[in-house]
């Protein structure tokens, strides 16, 4: 079965660091991924995407990814965080097994601390 | 403009009630989604649906209905026959393909069983 895996469910960080939050997929032949947000009660807003090209995607507020098809990977960075960015971070993935739905990961809860 | 709205909010409901939360649709998006929010659990799948009077179960089906009579619109009914229906539900759409590919996720809706 497919599936998205992200590693940590808390990454807490000091404003103005740099971070990383992990994402990795079950192997596929192709695959779209997309990183969301959510911030308390509401839906999520899509951060960027990956569906074919280069492998660094440059998303809104900072982020950006990099799709690593060897390792099945599409890790979240920015290079610098603020406290507005504290938020659930969620990967996502299509995958071409014929069902055409997202598998989302559990979430990362990012903790911005001043 | 547009966008997706999920009514209510928040829906309270008695054990052995069934209740419907009401998606809706103005992007003229032909695929639809549902999907459940539990803590530390991500989004688990419940149905979706790629074209009018056609849908498709998820991972987690059972003890939910759905319908899809019309392109903007995809309610999801919430049978007594689902034992722990306490939750954060979220609905989705998205074009079924393409450069645009992609959900825009409404609001959500936070059913509490009293």
């Known amino acids: 079965a497919q599936s998205v895996t992200q590693l940590d469910s808390q990454v807490p960080v000091f404003e103005e660091a740099p971070v990383e939050l992990r994402c990795n997929y079950s192997s596929s032949v192709s695959v779209y991924l997309f990183w969301y947000v959510q911030y308390p009660n509401q839906g999520l807003q899509l951060l960027l995407k990956?569906?074919?090209?280069?492998?660094l995607v440059k998303g809104i507020n900072g982020f950006e990814a990099e799709f690593n098809k060897s390792q099945t990977s599409f890790h979240l960075r920015k290079p610098s965080v603020h406290i507005s960015d504290t938020a659930e971070y969620f990967c996502?993935?299509?995958?071409?097994?014929?069902?055409?739905?997202?598998?989302f990961g559990s979430g990362t809860r990012l903790q911005v601390q001043p | 403009d547009g966008g997706i709205t999920q009514s209510p909010k928040y829906l309270f409901r008695k054990e052995g009630q069934n209740v419907t939360l009401s998606c809706e649709q103005n992007?003229?998006?032909?695929?639809m989604y549902w999907y459940r929010q539990d803590p530390g659990q991500g989004l688990r799948l419940i149905y979706y649906s790629q074209i009018v009077n056609d849908f498709q179960k998820g991972d987690i089906a059972e003890g939910y209905s759905v319908s899809r009579e019309k392109k903007e619109s995809f309610p999801l009914t919430v049978t007594s026959a689902q034992k722990n229906p306490t939750a954060f539900y979220l609905c989705a759409s998205s074009s079924t393909g393409g450069r645009n590919y992609g959900y825009t996720f409404g609001s959500g809706t936070r059913l509490t069983v009293v």
């Open positions: 996502a993935a299509l995958m071409d097994t014929g069902r055409r739905a997202l598998t």
């Open positions: 992007l003229n998006h032909d695929a």
């Open positions: 990956y569906l074919s090209g280069s492998t």
